[in-house]
């Protein structure tokens, strides 16, 4: 039996290769390689270059400064004849071997549409797998950052499409095809953003006016909506709702008026806040939670013009005649609010009580008209203020 066992690592011993064997392939492969030109014997086809992605997290989107970020590694792959062997010449099972990515031509992708400088894929000093038949698989990986130019149009219910866009500077397609090893991303390793959700990925190569194959890297997403319901929206829409209580306000506490200013300024507060999150851009649209902050805002000036006239008629004097238009206005109030408890047998006592309040117009006193005028406006923005929210949800929820 230990004689079997020393026979099998004598022959594991012969067909393993040495050090120096991976040394001398090294030498040989690189000795007088040029690295300035491209691959291939026959000069009129172009290298294939297979190229796909790994995507391992969603870094950043700014819709302020148009910019999205994502860690991951492309996949690239091409066949380089200058780079292949014979495996039986060193040891029958060296297969492989590794070199830096600057001893030998590669593929220089080059970011299209950068957010700061231009940058190549890959470093000098990184490693690329070499297979005796000449196949090179490198894969380099990074923290890319392109510019985005976020739609904030239904913002925080938006969703982006953000494209990565990559080429190979100095060589067109009679130099270099670029093929794409899948139609997306490879998301087993890819790590869930607390705030944007990938909801698709794409990976093409378009062929532009020039001959120039430009790889596009697509990231759809949208946005998680539970922080931005909870912490905005809901509070935007109490406040807007609170803000009605004025009109119920005793008209003799005299806080009508502050009231109604300390709630227009928390609306502005969060108009600020959500401008702040924002491009400062007009196209292709704002965002339509500007417009109805900037409407709340309106009708809540609305609310303080209609507060101070409400005031001046609790201050009026009873001497001061009161216009028809409000004299009716306040008839229905007080026919609404006003109706007495009526008893069977003080019937025709109360119809005669009526006639005489109708023909006596002095009954009627200006405090009367500012309850009236209270009621009105409490009534006009409360509609106001549930279409403008009615309308908003139903643009925002059609389009989702």
Known sequence: MLGKIWFLLFL??????????????????????????????????????????????????SETDGKIAVVGAFRIRWIDEKLAWNPASYGNDLYSTKVFFGDIWVPKFVNLNPYHTLKRVGLDDMDCELKYNGRVDFRPPDLFESTCDADVTYYPFDKQSCSLLYYIPGYNTADVIILTESSNFNMNLYNPNGLWEVIDTSLTVETNSFNVQIIHLTISMTRRTTYYIAG???????????????????????????????????????????????????????????????????????MIL????????????????????????????????????????EVVQIESEKLDIESDKSSITWTDVGKAFDIVCLSLFFFSLVMNNIVYFITIFVKI
Do not use: W
């Open 232 to 302: 905005l929206l809901l509070p935007i829409v109490l406040m807007n709702f609170i803000q009605l209580f004025v009109f119920l306000l005793p008209v003799e506490s005299g806080e009508r008026l502050g009231f109604s200013i300390t709630v227009l300024l928390a609306v502005a507060v969060f108009l600020t806040i959500i401008q702040d999150k924002l491009p400062e851009a007009s196209e292709p649209n704002v965002s339509l939670l500007t417009y109805k902050l900037l409407v709340d805002m309106i009708i809540g000036s609305g």
């Open 306 to 345: 209609a507060v101070v006239i409400g005031m001046r008629f609790y201050h009026r004097s009873d001497e001061i005649r009161i216009p028809q238009i409000l004299r009716g206005l306040t008839r229905c109030y007080l026919c609404c609010t006003q109706t007495p408890s009526i008893k069977p047998d």
């Open 12 to 61: 594991l011993a012969v067909d393993c290769y040495t050090i120096n064997q991976e040394i001398s392939l090294q030498n040989t492969l690189l000795n007088g390689y040029n690295r300035r030109i491209r691959p291939g014997i026959d000069r009129s086809q172009p290298v294939k270059v297979t190229v796909g992605f790994n995507l391992v997290a969603l870094q950043e989107f």
